[in-house]
């Protein structure tokens, strides 16, 4: 079984690449957003343009990721994953870097991240797109729908625009905000939750310890 999860206003309580951007890049950044938002530009576009703006050094950059707050049950549900041998994986359109040193800081690791490359040039920042498909139907940095396909019985997490396209084909979706709406529009069976005590307290009643073989996946038919 892999759970996999969203990373920003997921994992984290903020869109981290935002926090970044408006702290350290040139202003212009906004704009770029609003074309991005008004359909202009896709997101891997608006990503990597925003990025190039950053004004300042990876130390910095560091210092300022040690304030960002993650989900209060998150290390909690990473233990249980651990304990039950439930492959966990991060999947994000954000950037990696922020997503490493951000769980480094909170003393997390054995997780796979799957999500756009921060690149040092002689200029700045800039980003690769290790996960981009050319037919991705959201144009994104990193093709969720692509990173999932093949994957076998799983879990979703998740709570904005980029997981839509994954809700569709995921054997159960924990999901808030835009997701939750989203996946009660298009009648996509999913567990609302506000933080990952609640994801924690499902996943409990589900998984069975004397049972291991039965988690094959009784689990989604169950939620």
């Given at each position: ?31 770029i957003e609003a074309r991005w ?187």
């Open positions: 079984m892999t759970f996999f999860c969203d990373f920003d206003g997921t994992v984290v309580t903020d869109d981290v690449t935002d926090l970044v951007l408006e702290r350290f890049a040139l202003p212009e950044w906004r704009d938002e008004a359909g202009l530009i896709n997101s891997a576009e608006c990503m990597q343009a925003q990025i190039r703006l950053i004004q300042a050094g990876r130390e910095e950059i560091d210092a300022f990721l040690e304030q960002v707050e993650i989900d209060p049950g998150f290390k909690d549900f990473k233990q249980f994953c651990d304990r039950h041998e439930i492959q966990l994986v991060i999947v994000s359109d954000g950037v990696d870097y922020f997503i490493q040193r951000i769980l480094a800081l909170h003393s997390i690791s054995g997780i796979r991240i799957i999500a756009n490359r921060l690149v040092e040039t002689e200029a700045g920042f800039d980003l690769d797109f290790p996960y981009a498909r050319p037919d991705c139907r959201v144009a994104a940095g990193v093709c969720k729908c692509a990173v999932l396909e093949g994957s076998g019985p799983h879990l979703y997490v998740g709570d904005g625009r980029s997981d839509f396209c994954v809700a569709h084909s995921a054997n159960m979706v924990f999901a808030k905000h835009k997701l939750a709406a989203y996946c009660r529009r298009k009648a996509i069976p999913h567990v609302v939750y506000s933080d990952f005590f609640d994801v924690l307290d499902a996943m409990r009643s589900y998984v069975s310890l004397s049972q291991p073989s039965s988690r094959q996946f009784s689990l989604s038919q169950q939620l």
